[in-house]
Protein backbone atom coordinates (compact mmCIF):
# COMPACT_ATOMS: atom_id res chain seq x y z
CA UNK A 1 0.00 0.00 0.00
CA UNK A 2 1.55 3.38 -1.20
CA UNK A 3 2.27 5.60 2.09
CA UNK A 4 0.74 9.51 1.79
CA UNK A 5 3.81 11.60 3.00
CA UNK A 6 4.56 14.33 0.31
CA UNK A 7 7.84 12.89 -1.48
CA UNK A 8 5.29 9.61 -2.26
CA UNK A 9 2.31 11.54 -3.45
CA UNK A 10 4.89 13.19 -5.74
CA UNK A 11 6.60 9.73 -6.70
CA UNK A 12 3.29 8.60 -7.49
CA UNK A 13 2.92 11.74 -9.93
CA UNK A 14 5.93 11.28 -11.67
CA UNK A 15 5.24 7.58 -12.60
CA UNK A 16 1.21 7.83 -12.76
CA UNK A 17 0.58 10.98 -14.10
CA UNK A 18 0.20 9.62 -17.76
CA UNK A 19 -1.83 6.88 -16.48
CA UNK A 20 -4.41 8.84 -14.85
CA UNK A 21 -4.48 10.95 -18.22
CA UNK A 22 -5.44 7.67 -19.72
CA UNK A 23 -7.94 6.45 -17.18
CA UNK A 24 -9.77 9.94 -18.54
CA UNK A 25 -9.43 9.71 -22.26
CA UNK A 26 -11.03 6.27 -21.46
CA UNK A 27 -13.40 7.20 -19.74
CA UNK A 28 -14.87 9.90 -22.15
CA UNK A 29 -14.23 7.75 -24.85
CA UNK A 30 -15.90 5.10 -23.11
CA UNK A 31 -18.71 6.68 -21.60
CA UNK A 32 -18.89 10.69 -23.15
CA UNK A 33 -18.53 10.70 -26.39
CA UNK A 34 -20.84 8.01 -27.44
CA UNK A 35 -23.47 9.95 -26.16
CA UNK A 36 -22.57 13.24 -27.29
CA UNK A 37 -25.39 14.50 -29.87
CA UNK A 38 -26.64 11.07 -29.45
CA UNK A 39 -28.59 11.79 -25.81
CA UNK A 40 -32.27 10.44 -25.93
CA UNK A 41 -34.70 12.34 -23.44
CA UNK A 42 -34.82 9.46 -21.05
CA UNK A 43 -31.03 10.05 -20.47
CA UNK A 44 -31.67 13.43 -19.77
CA UNK A 45 -32.60 14.36 -15.81
CA UNK A 46 -32.72 17.21 -13.38
CA UNK A 47 -31.21 18.10 -10.44
CA UNK A 48 -31.83 21.02 -8.17
CA UNK A 49 -33.81 22.69 -11.73
CA UNK A 50 -34.19 23.26 -14.98
CA UNK A 51 -30.28 24.85 -15.49
CA UNK A 52 -28.56 22.36 -13.24
CA UNK A 53 -28.53 19.12 -15.19
CA UNK A 54 -27.11 15.44 -15.40
CA UNK A 55 -27.20 12.91 -18.28
CA UNK A 56 -26.04 9.20 -18.46
CA UNK A 57 -22.88 10.28 -19.43
CA UNK A 58 -22.37 11.86 -16.37
CA UNK A 59 -22.93 9.08 -14.40
CA UNK A 60 -21.44 6.65 -16.20
CA UNK A 61 -18.02 8.62 -16.26
CA UNK A 62 -17.94 9.12 -12.90
CA UNK A 63 -18.19 5.74 -12.49
CA UNK A 64 -15.46 5.04 -14.60
CA UNK A 65 -13.20 7.05 -13.07
CA UNK A 66 -14.11 6.75 -9.58
CA UNK A 67 -13.26 2.59 -10.31
CA UNK A 68 -10.09 3.69 -11.95
CA UNK A 69 -8.50 6.66 -10.17
CA UNK A 70 -8.92 4.48 -7.07
CA UNK A 71 -6.88 1.45 -8.55
CA UNK A 72 -4.06 3.81 -9.74
CA UNK A 73 -3.82 4.97 -5.88
CA UNK A 74 -4.67 2.33 -3.02
CA UNK A 75 -6.07 4.07 -0.05
CA UNK A 76 -7.35 6.96 -1.57
CA UNK A 77 -10.76 8.25 -2.48
CA UNK A 78 -13.44 9.88 -4.67
CA UNK A 79 -15.50 12.90 -4.35
CA UNK A 80 -17.14 13.11 -7.64
CA UNK A 81 -20.27 15.73 -8.13
CA UNK A 82 -22.90 13.13 -8.96
CA UNK A 83 -21.70 10.34 -5.57
CA UNK A 84 -21.81 13.90 -3.60
CA UNK A 85 -25.54 14.76 -5.05
CA UNK A 86 -26.70 11.05 -3.98
CA UNK A 87 -24.82 10.93 -1.01
CA UNK A 88 -23.72 14.91 0.50
CA UNK A 89 -21.61 12.96 3.71
CA UNK A 90 -18.98 12.22 0.85
CA UNK A 91 -17.97 15.28 0.44
CA UNK A 92 -16.46 15.31 4.05
CA UNK A 93 -13.46 13.46 2.40
CA UNK A 94 -11.74 16.69 1.57
CA UNK A 95 -11.58 17.14 5.03
CA UNK A 96 -9.67 13.79 5.46
CA UNK A 97 -6.14 12.61 5.49
CA UNK A 98 -6.85 10.12 2.55
CA UNK A 99 -5.81 11.48 -1.15
CA UNK A 100 -8.42 12.68 -2.64
CA UNK A 101 -9.39 12.66 -6.44
CA UNK A 102 -11.77 15.43 -6.61
CA UNK A 103 -13.88 14.29 -10.38
CA UNK A 104 -16.38 16.53 -12.35
CA UNK A 105 -17.40 13.83 -15.16
CA UNK A 106 -18.88 16.78 -17.64
CA UNK A 107 -18.01 20.14 -16.82
CA UNK A 108 -20.30 22.10 -18.76
CA UNK A 109 -23.20 19.72 -18.34
CA UNK A 110 -25.82 21.83 -20.06
CA UNK A 111 -23.70 22.60 -23.52
CA UNK A 112 -23.34 18.67 -23.89
CA UNK A 113 -26.76 18.47 -23.57
CA UNK A 114 -27.41 21.35 -26.53
CA UNK A 115 -24.79 19.76 -28.67
CA UNK A 116 -21.88 22.10 -28.02
CA UNK A 117 -18.62 21.14 -27.79
CA UNK A 118 -17.66 23.86 -24.82
CA UNK A 119 -17.46 20.59 -21.93
CA UNK A 120 -14.75 18.80 -20.64
CA UNK A 121 -13.80 16.31 -17.84
CA UNK A 122 -12.30 17.55 -14.52
CA UNK A 123 -10.13 15.49 -12.04
CA UNK A 124 -7.87 17.07 -9.53
CA UNK A 125 -5.81 15.36 -6.82
CA UNK A 126 -5.52 16.91 -3.72
CA UNK A 127 -4.93 16.13 -0.13
CA UNK A 128 -5.40 17.82 3.31
CA UNK A 129 -7.07 20.93 1.49
CA UNK A 130 -3.78 21.35 -1.23
CA UNK A 131 -3.90 20.80 -4.85
CA UNK A 132 -1.30 18.53 -6.03
CA UNK A 133 -2.28 17.93 -9.52
CA UNK A 134 -5.23 18.52 -12.26
CA UNK A 135 -6.43 17.39 -15.89
CA UNK A 136 -8.68 19.03 -17.84
CA UNK A 137 -9.97 17.08 -20.87
CA UNK A 138 -12.18 18.58 -23.97
CA UNK A 139 -12.58 15.33 -25.19
CA UNK A 140 -14.88 17.02 -28.44
CA UNK A 141 -11.80 19.27 -28.76
CA UNK A 142 -9.51 16.83 -28.33
CA UNK A 143 -7.54 19.27 -25.30
CA UNK A 144 -5.94 18.30 -22.56
CA UNK A 145 -4.18 20.34 -20.03
CA UNK A 146 -2.55 19.08 -16.88
CA UNK A 147 -0.44 20.57 -13.65
CA UNK A 148 1.73 19.48 -10.91
CA UNK A 149 2.01 21.56 -8.52
CA UNK A 150 5.36 23.29 -8.26
CA UNK A 151 5.74 22.08 -12.60
CA UNK A 152 4.08 24.06 -14.50
CA UNK A 153 0.81 24.30 -16.79
CA UNK A 154 1.00 22.53 -19.91
CA UNK A 155 -2.06 22.00 -22.93
CA UNK A 156 -1.08 19.10 -25.14
CA UNK A 157 2.68 19.56 -23.97
CA UNK A 158 3.11 23.18 -24.56
CA UNK A 159 3.81 25.29 -21.40
CA UNK A 160 1.18 27.40 -20.45
CA UNK A 161 1.67 30.99 -19.59
CA UNK A 162 -1.04 33.52 -18.25
CA UNK A 163 0.95 36.49 -18.83
CA UNK A 164 -0.50 39.96 -17.99
CA UNK A 165 -3.76 41.82 -19.40
CA UNK A 166 -2.57 44.66 -22.09
CA UNK A 167 -2.64 47.59 -20.46
CA UNK A 168 -5.69 49.85 -21.59
CA UNK A 169 -7.94 47.20 -22.55
CA UNK A 170 -11.27 46.39 -21.16
CA UNK A 171 -10.69 43.26 -18.67
CA UNK A 172 -12.33 40.53 -19.85
CA UNK A 173 -14.02 38.42 -16.67
CA UNK A 174 -16.45 35.60 -17.24
CA UNK A 175 -19.35 35.46 -14.23
CA UNK A 176 -21.80 33.50 -12.75
CA UNK A 177 -25.01 34.08 -14.15
CA UNK A 178 -27.40 36.04 -11.84
CA UNK A 179 -30.06 33.64 -11.55
CA UNK A 180 -27.84 31.46 -9.97
CA UNK A 181 -26.67 33.99 -6.94
CA UNK A 182 -27.92 35.02 -3.55
CA UNK A 183 -29.04 38.81 -3.70
CA UNK A 184 -25.12 39.90 -1.62
CA UNK A 185 -23.60 37.85 -4.47
CA UNK A 186 -25.80 39.82 -7.09
CA UNK A 187 -25.08 43.19 -5.52
CA UNK A 188 -21.05 42.04 -5.40
CA UNK A 189 -21.10 41.10 -9.39
CA UNK A 190 -22.74 44.09 -10.13
CA UNK A 191 -19.27 46.07 -9.25
CA UNK A 192 -17.71 43.76 -12.42
CA UNK A 193 -20.38 46.56 -14.57
CA UNK A 194 -18.33 49.34 -14.97
CA UNK A 195 -15.15 51.05 -16.99
CA UNK A 196 -12.61 49.15 -18.00
CA UNK A 197 -14.18 46.11 -17.58
CA UNK A 198 -15.86 43.75 -19.91
CA UNK A 199 -17.96 40.86 -18.09
CA UNK A 200 -19.77 38.20 -19.78
CA UNK A 201 -21.99 35.02 -18.87
CA UNK A 202 -19.66 32.11 -18.14
CA UNK A 203 -19.91 28.75 -19.79
CA UNK A 204 -17.90 25.45 -18.39
CA UNK A 205 -16.30 26.51 -15.76
CA UNK A 206 -13.54 24.18 -16.40
CA UNK A 207 -12.98 25.72 -19.85
CA UNK A 208 -13.12 29.21 -18.58
CA UNK A 209 -9.68 28.64 -16.13
CA UNK A 210 -8.02 26.92 -19.70
CA UNK A 211 -8.78 30.18 -21.26
CA UNK A 212 -7.29 32.40 -18.27
CA UNK A 213 -3.99 29.68 -17.91
CA UNK A 214 -4.07 30.35 -21.75
CA UNK A 215 -4.26 34.17 -21.46
CA UNK A 216 -7.03 34.11 -23.47
CA UNK A 217 -9.52 35.58 -20.52
CA UNK A 218 -8.39 38.07 -18.27
CA UNK A 219 -10.35 36.76 -15.03
CA UNK A 220 -13.09 34.61 -13.86
CA UNK A 221 -15.49 35.72 -11.28
CA UNK A 222 -17.51 32.69 -9.60
CA UNK A 223 -20.22 32.75 -7.06
CA UNK A 224 -20.01 29.01 -6.14
CA UNK A 225 -17.66 26.89 -4.14
CA UNK A 226 -18.09 23.21 -5.27
CA UNK A 227 -14.69 22.01 -5.32
CA UNK A 228 -15.55 19.64 -8.43
CA UNK A 229 -16.13 22.54 -10.81
CA UNK A 230 -12.74 24.87 -9.32
CA UNK A 231 -10.15 22.35 -7.94
CA UNK A 232 -8.47 21.56 -11.46
CA UNK A 233 -8.61 24.63 -12.83
CA UNK A 234 -7.47 26.95 -9.82
CA UNK A 235 -4.34 24.52 -9.76
CA UNK A 236 -4.49 25.09 -13.93
CA UNK A 237 -4.26 28.67 -13.25
CA UNK A 238 -1.51 28.71 -10.66
CA UNK A 239 0.99 26.77 -12.20
CA UNK A 240 0.59 28.93 -15.39
CA UNK A 241 1.39 31.93 -13.20
CA UNK A 242 -2.06 33.27 -12.01
CA UNK A 243 -3.64 34.14 -8.88
CA UNK A 244 -6.71 33.54 -7.26
CA UNK A 245 -8.57 35.37 -4.27
CA UNK A 246 -12.31 35.40 -2.52
CA UNK A 247 -13.80 38.45 -1.66
CA UNK A 248 -12.41 38.66 1.72
CA UNK A 249 -8.79 38.59 0.06
CA UNK A 250 -7.88 35.23 0.94
CA UNK A 251 -6.50 32.40 -1.35
CA UNK A 252 -9.70 29.97 -2.34
CA UNK A 253 -10.06 27.11 -0.43
CA UNK A 254 -11.43 23.60 -2.16
CA UNK A 255 -12.18 22.73 1.22
CA UNK A 256 -15.00 25.67 1.39
CA UNK A 257 -15.90 28.48 3.85
CA UNK A 258 -14.94 30.94 0.97
CA UNK A 259 -16.21 34.30 1.09
CA UNK A 260 -18.21 34.49 -2.46
CA UNK A 261 -17.61 36.05 -5.11
CA UNK A 262 -14.19 34.83 -5.81
CA UNK A 263 -11.79 35.58 -8.69
CA UNK A 264 -9.21 33.28 -10.76
CA UNK A 265 -7.09 36.12 -12.80
CA UNK A 266 -4.29 35.79 -15.19
CA UNK A 267 -1.69 38.01 -12.87
CA UNK A 268 -2.02 38.94 -8.86
CA UNK A 269 -2.74 42.64 -9.86
CA UNK A 270 -5.81 41.84 -11.88
CA UNK A 271 -7.21 39.39 -9.30
CA UNK A 272 -6.61 42.38 -6.41
CA UNK A 273 -8.29 44.50 -9.04
CA UNK A 274 -11.47 42.35 -9.37
CA UNK A 275 -11.64 41.81 -5.82
CA UNK A 276 -11.73 45.22 -5.38
CA UNK A 277 -14.53 45.71 -7.93
CA UNK A 278 -16.41 42.89 -6.09
CA UNK A 279 -15.83 44.38 -2.61
CA UNK A 280 -16.81 47.62 -3.58
CA UNK A 281 -13.37 49.19 -2.76
CA UNK A 282 -12.03 49.91 -6.18
Sequence with gaps: MIGYENETIDEFLAQHSADVEEAVRKAAAAEIMPRFRQLAAHEVDQKSGPHDLVTDADRLAEQYLTEALAALLPGSV???EEAVHANPVTYEALQGDAPVWIVDPVDGTRQFVHGEDG??????????GVLLASWTYAPARDQLATAIRGQGAFLDGERLRSGVPEPGRDLEVATSHPDYTTDDQKRALLGLWTDGVAP????????EYLAVARGELDATAFSWEAAWDHAAGILLVEEAGGAHLTRAGEPFRITGGNVLPFTAARDAATA????ELLSGTA
Excluded at 119 to 128: D, G, K, S
Excluded at 200 to 207: D, K, N, T, W, Y
Aim: hydrophobic share 50%.
Design 78 to 80: VVG
Design 119 to 128: FCTLVALARR
Design 200 to 207: RACGSAGL
Design 272 to 275: RRVV
